[in-house]
């Protein structure tokens, strides 16, 4: 069964640098999202991504996070600057029919902020 | 903004025992769907629901979605302990990408 790979699957970093967070979502699909979960709370989304661009992000999402697809396979999250509230398991999804469709999460990639 | 509110947050049963989980938003959905989350794991899709009122089976789960499509709840007859584990819902509201989770309810389950 096709599946949502993400690399690292743990992460530790220093306050002030930065990460990226790597992503291979299924390869027909073409709807790309991150959410991330602090610990025991619930998933919260981060961003969209279609057609080679956003196509909505929330307010968490701010000038410190940015995401890329480099090329065909990867779907990158690049956040600058950690600060501890960083701290998260991030999870990344693809979807072949966007919002009205079921997400594929891959298995997440956790992030612990010094 | 949008907020999906759902409750219990916790939920203890015996095994043998029904569980129910309810999921309110605070606006009209176009489709809500539903989530399970094993300890240490991801979310993975359960079911999609659209229409009114809507209800779909799988095996010992039921699945309603509300008339007004603001609420929906999951409902799972004799829990057995491979039922363990924290139910979302998720709701999307018409026109957008973004998939909002409710807070989610743990489930456990005492052999």
């Known amino acids: 069964e096709p599946e949502v790979t993400q690399t690292p699957s743990h992460q530790v970093t220093q306050m002030g640098q930065e990460v990226i967070l790597r992503c291979v979502p299924i390869?027909?699909?073409?709807?790309f999202y991150w959410y991330r979960q602090i610990l025991g709370q619930k998933v919260e989304f981060l961003v969209s991504?279609?057609?080679?661009?956003?196509?909505?992000k929330s307010e968490i999402f701010d000038d410190q996070f940015s995401v890329e697809r480099p090329d065909g396979s990867n779907f990158t999250l690049k956040i600058r600057s950690t600060k501890l509230e960083d701290s998260a398991m991030y999870f990344c999804?693809?979807?072949?029919?966007?919002?009205?469709?079921?997400?594929?999460f891959g298995e997440g990639s956790r992030l612990t902020v010094l | 903004g949008q907020q999906v509110m759902q409750i219990p947050q916790y939920q203890h049963v015996q095994e043998g025992e029904d569980f129910t989980t309810y999921c309110n938003s605070s606006?009209?959905?176009?489709?809500i769907q539903w989530y399970k989350q094993r300890p240490g794991g991801h979310p993975v899709f359960l079911i999609q629901?659209?229409?009114?009122?809507e209800v779909k089976k799988q095996k010992r789960l039921t699945f309603q979605f509300g008339e007004a499509k603001k609420n929906s709840s999951l409902h799972i007859t004799a829990t057995q302990t491979t039922d363990v584990g924290t139910y979302f819902c998720?709701?999307?509201?018409?026109?957008?990408?973004?998939?909002?989770f409710g807070k989610g309810t743990k489930l456990t389950v005492n052999p």
């Open positions: 999804a693809s979807s072949a029919a966007g919002g009205a469709g079921e997400l594929f």
């Open positions: 390869s027909n699909h073409l709807y």
């Open positions: 991504f279609y057609n080679n661009e956003i196509s909505e």
């Open positions: 606006t009209t959905l176009s489709n």
């Open positions: 629901l659209v229409k009114s009122g």
């Open positions: 998720a709701g999307l509201e018409g026109g957008s990408e973004k998939l909002v």
